[in-house]
């Protein structure tokens, strides 16, 4: 099983105000969310946890995850409210994101009550800002510490200023972080956020010597780059007509872990990565991202979609 960790929410789509009504499209959504449902569409065992609401929302993003094949024996159901997320879309397709999530039940996981995992349990990402709000922050981080040495770990900061807008906490997670994780996946966006001025190749080369394997760089349209212990490949983006860009990164990421497990990777820890492998890591996940730019929303491809 692939695990995921992290926020649950719902991407609210503000159409255009007509008089006084505002037409609103709630879909479900939150980048680990995403991520889970994007490996177990694309045919990986994949569990979810995280603290979820016992609300409407709740409950519906509960039964969503087991309609897509997500175990969800790792949840913990929490009376606070469920986290929205507000999305405007740009003239582009870009996402403006705003959000209702002071208390809501997925910042609320306590240490207490980190489950016991299984053998079954191969692999543990995590992401975006549950990892710098609290309780969840160091819950989530006490439990990479404890389980990296046995398992294949992956994290995704996927940067949200507008919940917490101190670069300096995501740059002290991250770099706590690095000494467990196998893979770090991040957008340029990010890395131009987390540290304007620097140059992302040679952070890279910083993190792989503290201990990741593989850290790979997001750029939209133009495709991604990766770097490993084989040195810098880099994989162009895909052309496809962009709806929108919701989920985008999240697929890319998913693909990433469906194709490392695919080929057993995971369970080498990533290690020993050539160049042409990660050429064929980067563009299976570009295709995947791809199908899901064409569609609205975080709507991410199944396996039998990228051939």
Same mark, same amino acid.
């Given at each position: 099983?692939?695990?995921?960790?992290?926020?649950?929410?719902?991407?609210?789509?503000?159409? #255009?105000?007509?008089?006084?009504? +505002?037409?609103?499209?709630?879909?479900?959504?939150?980048?680990?969310?995403?991520?889970?449902?994007?490996?177990? %569409?694309?045919? %990986?065992?994949?569990?979810?946890?995280?603290?979820?609401?016992?609300?409407?929302?709740?409950? &519906?993003?509960?039964? &969503?995850?087991?309609?897509?094949?997500?175990?969800?024996?790792?949840?913990?159901?929490?009376?606070?409210?469920? $986290?929205?997320?507000?999305?405007?879309?740009?003239?582009?397709?870009?996402? *403006?994101?705003?959000?209702?999530?002071?208390?809501?039940?997925?910042?609320? !996981?306590? @240490?207490?009550?980190?489950?016991?995992?299984?053998?079954?349990? #191969?692999?543990?990402?995590?992401?975006?800002?549950?990892?710098?709000?609290?309780?969840?922050?160091?819950?989530?981080?006490?439990?990479?510490?404890?389980?990296?040495? *046995?398992?294949?770990?992956?994290?995704?900061?996927?940067? %949200?200023?507008?919940?917490?807008?101190?670069?300096?906490?995501?740059?002290?997670?991250?770099? *706590?972080?690095?000494? &467990?994780? &196998?893979? !770090? #996946?991040?957008?340029?966006?990010?890395?131009?956020?987390?540290?304007?001025? /620097?140059?992302?190749? /040679?952070?890279?080369?910083?993190?792989?010597?503290?201990?990741?394997?593989?850290? +790979?760089?997001?750029?939209?349209? #133009?495709?991604?780059?990766?770097?490993?212990?084989?040195?810098?490949?880099?994989?162009?983006? /895909? $052309?496809?007509?962009?709806?929108? @860009?919701?989920?985008?990164?999240? $697929?890319?990421?998913?693909?990433?872990?469906?194709?490392?497990? /695919?080929?057993?990777?995971?369970?080498?820890?990533?290690?020993?990565?050539?160049?042409?492998? +990660?050429?064929?890591?980067?563009?299976?996940?570009?295709?995947?991202?791809?199908?899901?730019?064409?569609?609205?929303?975080?709507?991410?491809?199944? *396996?039998?979609?990228?051939?």
């Amino acid at each position: 099983m692939l695990l995921v960790c992290g926020e649950a929410l719902f991407d609210v789509f503000v159409g #255009k105000a007509a008089g006084g009504s +505002v037409p609103l499209d709630a879909r479900v959504g939150g980048s680990p969310y995403n991520v889970a449902i994007g490996l177990a %569409r694309l045919g %990986r065992r994949t569990g979810f946890l995280a603290a979820m609401s016992t609300d409407t929302l709740g409950q &519906h993003l509960v039964d &969503h995850l087991a309609a897509e094949g997500v175990s969800t024996d790792y949840l913990v159901r929490k009376d606070n409210l469920t $986290t929205l997320g507000m999305v405007g879309l740009a003239a582009d397709g870009s996402a *403006r994101y705003s959000f209702y999530n002071e208390g809501a039940a997925d910042r609320q !996981l306590l @240490t207490a009550e980190l489950p016991v995992l299984g053998d079954e349990v #191969k692999s543990l990402h995590i992401g975006s800002f549950s990892m710098v709000v609290e309780p969840a922050g160091s819950t989530l981080e006490e439990l990479i510490v404890r389980e990296s040495p *046995r398992r294949f770990i992956s994290y995704d900061p996927n940067v %949200r200023p507008l919940i917490v807008p101190d670069p300096a906490v995501w740059r002290a997670k991250l770099e *706590r972080l690095c000494r &467990h994780v &196998h893979l !770090l #996946k991040m957008s340029d966006e990010d890395f131009r956020w987390l540290f304007p001025g /620097e140059s992302p190749a /040679e952070l890279a080369r910083r993190w792989l010597a503290q201990g990741v394997r593989l850290v +790979v760089m997001t750029e939209g349209a #133009k495709g991604a780059v990766a770097w490993c212990a084989a040195g810098e490949i880099r994989t162009p983006g /895909e $052309t496809v007509t962009v709806v929108d @860009t919701v989920g985008a990164g999240d $697929t890319f990421q998913a693909a990433l872990l469906c194709r490392l497990d /695919e080929t057993g990777t995971l369970a080498r820890r990533a290690d020993g990565l050539d160049g042409a492998f +990660v050429g064929d890591l980067m563009r299976f996940a570009a295709r995947a991202a791809a199908i899901t730019c064409s569609r609205r929303g975080a709507d991410l491809p199944r *396996r039998a979609e990228l051939g």
